[in-house]
């Protein structure tokens, strides 16, 4: 080869490929290597080396990331590694930014932060996994380990500070310190200053917006703005600060526009801790007015124990409009009331040593409590203790304690003994009289009984003479239209139910009969039972006809077998005439214990029983019974003659 100078070569119009041969001097010979042979192996050393695509330096990746987007900056394994379209990003660390595809104008400096980011824009990430699941969020600013780190669509927060506003998925949020604002949810507009967390002691805004709250390095709030509720919660504490415009011992207050200010007509006395409105306190909240000064004259005064008074006072009668407090107004009461024209007072209090204990309601006088809405009474209390709702209540007598209403209802109790429900009644210290004309009735229970009363109409404030209707007595005995339990015995008309003696009893002593009945035919007027769901019998009627049922079902019977000796049974009994003691009238049949020697399912009782007071017990017969024997002695004779006559014809035709 020819000597050239190497200033007299051709330059290299391409980059080289690697497989270009240079001349190298190698152990004083001459030789031959690629470009490739040459630099393999060893560092290259350089003031400057441009690459048109991304450069790996020592695993360490630099370019621009996919897409070569021009203005992206990316420092870092798989840093900006999707990015299609998006520009004016930077990421700085590996995985940050790895996901973007069209977002832009993002920082991201740190392992994983931003590396969800997929269409956020101007995100500022700086820390491992900041804002690290980031999708679609933009111009969030977060600076620490975890900060944002599962936000996906969360915009404009600020989080600078271990794990701070780690969770939330609110927007707008500000929190600045170690974990500040961590257990934030969904609130926005916040900001955080310290370390508390978004739920701590009695204070929860991880779903509320528009707080402001002042923490110290242990999350504990030291001064918060409830936005809510338009308040300032905490404490602070301004020392050094003078006015020259405002005065000793007055009370500071915001004057026009804002400016602060005070008065000559609020005073505060800080050695005696008193308060005056108008003047210079003499008592605990001393209030002024300018005008008479005995007829206007407010104060507070439990330094003397005086009492208490606001309003017009007079300084020589009781008539008074006031709200007072006495130490011992009334002989059983200490109280505090309200004072109206004439000493009609409202007051409450507590009982004193001797009377009861609790809080209490009342007037002075020996005068009314009434309740009204819409300037109409609706309730009163009387000076006797009785209570009229809708009315005023009647003259009661002052044992009695009543409650009346409507126009004539009443409830109340006569002493100790008895507690009534009555209409158109009350009871006074002279009797019982009707409230209005018209009916009377009550209903009262007292001693273990219960008794209903009724009295004809007549008319208002005449005297009750009462009829007992109905009564159901200590014994469980329900006497109707008697207060006897026998009216049978009695000869009065009525009805009882005596479930310890005979049970049922019905009495009238007019010609008109005890009547039953039913609407629809084939129905019973009375089902008869034994011991307890056992059908025994009944009466029935099919709407013309009455019929006496005794229970014969074959179901109930065994044994059953053809009655015999009936003729003979017959032929004992001993068919009588006689007249009856009780009236003489005429009558026939049977005696009843010959009967039941004979057939004794037709007689009930003993002959001769008495009970124990020495009266008879009669005895009582059903002939019915007989029925059945008369039927098999027929029979039995029908036989008797069919078989003479069969003899009497072979008689007769021999």
């Not at 009434?370 to 009387?382: G, S």
Request: glycine share 12%.
């Amino acid at each position: 080869m020819a000597d050239l100078k190497i200033s007299a070569l051709p330059a290299s119009s391409t980059p080289l490929a690697g497989t270009e041969i240079l001349p190298i001097v190698q152990s004083a010979t001459t030789k031959q290597v690629s470009v490739a042979n040459l630099t393999a192996g060893r560092a290259v050393s350089a003031l400057s080396l441009t690459s048109t695509n991304d450069a790996t330096i020592n695993g360490v990746t630099v370019g621009r990331g996919g897409g070569s987007v021009s203005l992206n900056t990316a420092v870092g394994a798989n840093a900006l590694a999707a990015t299609s379209t998006g520009d004016s990003n930077a990421a700085f660390g590996a995985s940050a930014l790895a996901s973007n595809l069209g977002g832009i104008g993002n920082t991201a400096t740190g392992f994983t932060s931003l590396r969800d980011n997929t269409s956020g824009n101007y995100n500022v990430a700086s820390g491992y996994l900041a804002l690290g699941t980031n999708l679609s969020g933009s111009s969030n600013v977060g600076i620490g380990f975890s900060v944002l780190s599962t936000a996906t669509a969360t915009s404009s927060n600020t989080a600078i500070g271990y794990e701070a506003l780690k969770v939330t998925s609110g927007s707008t949020n500000t929190a600045i310190g170690y974990q500040s604002g961590i257990a934030m949810t969904t609130g926005t507009k916040n900001v955080i200053l310290g370390s508390y967390s978004g739920n701590t002691g009695t204070l929860d805004i991880r779903t509320t917006n528009n707080n402001i709250v002042l923490s110290d390095g242990d999350g504990n709030v030291r001064a918060w703005w409830d936005n809510a509720n338009a308040r300032f919660y905490g404490t602070l504490l301004a020392t050094g600060i003078t006015n020259s415009a405002l005065t000793s011992g007055r009370v500071t207050f915001a004057g026009a526009s804002g400016v602060l200010s005070d008065s000559a007509n609020f005073i505060w006395d800080n050695t005696n801790a008193r308060l005056g409105i108008g003047t210079s306190p003499s008592f605990k909240l001393h209030i002024s007015t300018t005008g008479n000064a005995s007829s206007q004259a407010y104060n507070v005064n439990t330094d003397t124990g005086a009492g208490v008074y606001v309003g017009y006072i007079a300084s020589t009668d009781k008539n008074e409009t006031a709200l007072r407090s006495y130490g011992s107004g009334f002989t059983t009461f200490t109280h505090a009331g309200i004072s109206l024209a004439n000493f009609t007072e409202l007051w409450a209090g507590v009982a004193s040593s001797t009377g009861p204990a609790g809080m209490l309601l009342g007037v002075e006088s020996a005068s009314p409590i009434v309740f009204a809405t819409n300037n109409t009474e609706r309730m009163r209390i009387d000076s006797s203790g009785n209570l009229g709702l809708g009315v005023t209540p009647s003259a009661w007598n002052s044992s009695d304690k009543a409650f009346q209403y409507g126009s004539n209802s009443c409830i109340w109790n006569q002493g100790s003994a008895y507690n009534i429900v009555g209409q158109n009644w009350y009871h006074s210290a002279t009797g019982d009289f009707r409230i209005t004309t018209g009916y009377a009735t009550r209903y009262f229970q007292g001693v273990g009984s219960h008794y209903w009363d009724i009295a004809g109409t007549a008319n208002a404030g005449t005297a009750i003479s009462a009829t007992t209707a109905m009564t159901l007595d200590s014994s469980g005995n329900l006497l109707v239209g008697v207060t006897v339990t026998d009216p049978i015995t009695s000869k009065v008309s009525g009805v009882t139910v005596t479930p310890s003696t005979t049970c049922f009893r019905v009495y009238s002593d007019v010609s008109n009969a005890c009547a039953m009945g039913v609407t629809s035919t084939g129905s019973a007027l009375i089902n008869f039972y034994y011991n307890g769901a056992n059908f025994v019998g009944s009466i029935t009627t099919n709407g013309t006809l009455t019929s006496y049922n005794v229970s014969s079902d074959y179901r109930l019977k065994e044994n059953i077998a053809p009655m015999t000796g009936a003729l003979a049974k017959v032929a004992q009994l001993n068919p009588v005439t006689y007249k009856w003691k009780s009236n003489g009238s005429d009558g026939q049949g049977f005696i009843a214990h010959e009967l039941q020697a004979v057939v004794p399912d037709c007689v009930t009782g003993e002959k001769d029983a008495i009970d124990e007071d020495g009266n008879p017990k009669y005895q009582a017969m059903d002939t019915s019974h007989l029925v059945a024997t008369l039927t098999a002695a027929i029979q039995e004779q029908q036989a008797l003659i069919e078989s003479l006559t069969t003899r009497l014809t072979a008689l007769e035709n021999k």
